[in-house]
């Protein structure tokens, strides 16, 4: 059973950093995308950041590229996500996510290519 857990989430003024992490297991195979997704209230969930662990190709959304960074340590089987230079509008529940098996290799933003979640965690950053 694949299981996903984040931490690392928390209470950041703005201009702050905050390293989120994402510690997976039960994978049948070790080169499963891992996506971050964040939902604010009254939001719909959002792809922030995805890594291909085949080859390590990283994607971003438009609005935190060049302060967000993602990365794996497959070692650990743990994904990063390191937020930089955080605003008030980053105020959200992040997820990391992996897709379903058939598209295990293949980096999406839509939450429905998605077939494990884990519980999120709370980041509020305040102005």
């Known amino acids: 059973e694949v299981q996903l857990v984040e931490s690392g989430g928390g209470l950041v003024q703005a201009g702050g950093s905050l390293r989120l992490s994402c510690a997976t297991s039960g994978f049948t195979f070790d080169d499963y995308t891992i996506a971050w997704f964040r939902q604010a209230p009254g939001k719909e969930r959002e792809g922030v950041s995805c890594?291909?662990?085949?080859?390590?190709?990283?994607y971003y959304a438009d609005s935190v590229k060049d302060r967000f960074t993602i990365s794996s340590d497959n070692a650990k089987n743990t994904v990063y996500l390191q937020m930089n230079s955080l605003k008030p509008e980053d105020t959200a529940v992040y997820y990391c996510?992996?897709?379903?098996?058939?598209?295990?290799?293949?980096?999406?933003?839509?939450?429905?290519?998605?077939?494990?979640w884990g519980q999120g965690t709370q980041v509020t950053v305040s102005s």
């Open positions: 996510a992996a897709p379903h098996r058939w598209r295990r290799l293949l980096c999406s933003f839509s939450p429905a290519d998605f077939g494990s």
């Open positions: 890594i291909r662990r085949s080859d390590g190709r990283t």
